[in-house]
């Protein structure tokens, strides 16, 4: 009862959302903490002060993230998005090697792969990806949970599968990185953004590479991915650094101020409670879907629910105060911690006419 209470006293203070807010797989929520960072660093920024807590934010989130995820902080870089995350990862491969990847996968989990020209991309439905492992599969690309419906990747089978085959693996936890417990340390790379279940501002995406960098080659190096960034800004970085960092991309420094706070706020309240909330409350919108005669499209687990037929409604449903998503026709809401049972009791309500 204690962590209950705990749970929704600090969603309470954090929280106020003005609408129905089911749209968390688009973007998250911000919590007040997080706001008041940015406005701090935006002061700071205006007034002409160092700037050093902000690059301070930027090593805090990185350790935090790492945390999350079950690897060590040296394993974790920060850069602005996933695509950008990818196309290192792209780059790493000989010409000629297969990727394998799930059908309509989110984009940027996806296209770096294809535009190198030179790569045998296959795709295949995401209940057949572990099975779908081959001799000479050198890469699997999957999203943990699937953008546009939810679905979760049975991410034990695939791992087993590519170390029987030999192949590497690349895991985006961006739709479940917050709610769903994170197994970074078990997959060659993943990567995720903050806007989403870790409640951050836009511009923030991390990634997680092994010990030994898994031969990637840090293509997009700068000044901040040397060992000691400040003596490498002029001329070719003399020393990239020894960890995860000389993948680093510049931080966009307010966006990490306010990152700090979100990831803090996710660390309070444990992502097992996230999880059992979240859940909780999509399984008590697929049964009212049942109710209505709606079939979602199968995803047990997930926080994301989508139901095929209904994404036409989703305009109106915005009209009424209750945001959703329209993806690929179907209708997507999806639940997170500042969400309660009479948020979904009002969407079943709004679809019930």
Known sequence: ???????????????????????????????????????????????????????????????????????????VAVGASVAAHTGVIAASLP??????????????????????GDLKVRAVPLERIAESVRPGTALVAVSAA?????????????????????????VDFSQSAGWLP????????????????????????FLVVPEDFGGLTPVLAGWVAGEAPWDSCYGPVQEL??????????????????????LELIEELGVEAVHAHDVALADRFRAGLADLGHTPVPAPGSAIV?????????????????????????????FHLYNTTDDVDRLLGALTG
């Not at 059908?103 to 996806?110: C, G, I, P, Q, Y």
């Not at 994170?182 to 501002?201: I, N, R």
């Open 306 to 334: 989508s139901v095929p037929g209904l994404g036409t409604r989703q305009r109106e449903l915005s009209r009424a105060g209750i945001e959703v998503s329209d993806r690929a026709g179907n209708l997507r809401a999806a």
């Open 146 to 170: 699937q953008s546009a419906d939810g679905r979760v990747a049975d991410l034990a089978a695939l791992r087993e599968a590519a170390r029987e085959h030999g192949a590497r693996t690349y």
């Open 241 to 262: 650094a020894r960890s995860a960092r000389r993948f680093d991309l510049t931080p966009a420094l307010f966006t990490f101020a306010g990152l700090r706070r979100s």
């Open 1 to 75: 009862m204690e962590t209950t209470q705990t749970f929704d006293r600090l969603v309470r203070a954090e929280f106020a959302p003005r609408s129905t807010y089911l749209n968390t797989a688009s973007n998250g929520l911000l919590p007040a903490r997080t706001v008041a960072a940015l406005h701090e660093a935006a002061v700071l920024r205006a007034e002409g002060r160092p700037l050093t807590p902000l690059h301070e934010d930027v090593e805090a989130c990185r350790a935090a993230y790492a945390r999350l995820a079950g690897v060590p902080a040296t394993r």
């Open 182 to 205: 994170m197994t970074a340390d078990t997959f060659d790379f993943s990567a995720s953004v903050s806007f989403k279940w870790l409640l951050g501002p836009h511009g923030a995406a």
């Open 95 to 116: 010409a000629g090697a297969e990727v394998l990847t799930a059908e309509d996968d989110f984009t940027s989990v996806l296209n770096p792969f294809h535009v190198r």
